[in-house]
């Protein structure tokens, strides 16, 4: 499992030396060796049409009182550290926005964005306050330029609130379930979103087991 790879940089921070971290009878997976990301060799990856397919299946709907509680874990403690009145952007929203929807209801104002159910590039050319992605940052086949969209989103002082499950070793990835998903092609670890918050110097916190909150700094 350690023979390098120098054919399939690390779509999040572009580095050259990758390494085969996994292999099954579906997919194989590279790691980074500078930001850590596994990713699933760009040959695996589905083409738009099976990949919304699978996303058409989700039944993530507003009134869904599971589904709502699901969300508290991001929303309680994004909704902690936000100013009354924060403008925002559920980022990868899917087919049922319940996450803006939830942020509305608390009094802020959110709007939704997704390449497949709210495709309207215009939004992206805005600055709020804060920028959520929740269960979608793992289906990114270009994680890196996704992750400047996002920061670029973010005025100073704003803050992006994650959610995704967190890559451990090659024991516990051999049994994970995240990895069964098709749709499922970046695998961020703990050391990867603190790789990324000192590169970027963003503030970090840990929240959980999959809960991530940045903080971009105010202007000097």
């Known amino acids: 499992m350690s023979a390098q790879s120098q054919d399939f940089p690390c779509?999040?921070?572009?580095?050259?030396?990758?390494?085969?971290?996994?292999?099954?009878?579906?997919?194989?997976?590279?790691?980074?060796?500078?930001?850590?990301?596994?990713?699933?060799?760009?040959?695996?990856?589905?083409?738009?049409?099976?990949?919304?397919?699978?996303?058409?299946?989700?039944?993530?709907?507003?009134?869904?009182?599971?589904?709502?509680?699901?969300?508290?874990?991001?929303?309680?403690?994004?909704?902690?550290?936000?100013?009354?009145?924060?403008?925002?952007?559920?980022?990868?929203?899917?087919?049922?926005?319940?996450?803006?929807?939830?942020?509305?209801?608390?009094?802020?104002a959110a709007t939704t964005y997704d390449p497949y159910y709210a495709d309207y590039p215009e939004r992206l050319a805005r600055h709020y306050d804060f920028v959520t992605c929740t269960e979608a940052i793992e289906h990114f086949y270009q994680p890196g330029r996704e992750w400047r969209q996002l920061l670029a989103m973010l005025a100073p002082g704003g803050r992006l609130g994650l959610m995704t499950k967190l890559a451990r070793d090659q024991a516990a990835f051999a049994n994970w379930h995240y990895k069964q998903d098709p749709t499922h092609v970046s695998f961020f670890s703990r050391d990867t979103f603190l790789w990324l918050a000192a590169r970027d110097g963003l503030g970090i916190e840990f929240i959980g087991a999959d809960v991530i909150l940045l903080h971009k700094p105010e202007s000097v």
């Open 11 to 108: 779509p999040l921070c572009d580095h050259t030396e990758t390494s085969l971290f996994w292999q099954d009878k579906q997919r194989r997976y590279h790691r980074c060796r500078q930001c850590g990301l596994i990713f699933v060799e760009p040959g695996y990856r589905l083409d738009a049409t099976a990949e919304k397919a699978i996303y058409d299946q989700h039944q993530n709907r507003v009134e869904d009182a599971g589904y709502r509680h699901f969300l508290n874990r991001l929303v309680d403690p994004l909704i902690e550290r936000l100013k009354p009145g924060s403008t925002g952007l559920d980022f990868g929203c899917g087919p049922g926005p319940a996450l803006a929807a939830m942020l509305n209801e608390a009094g802020f």
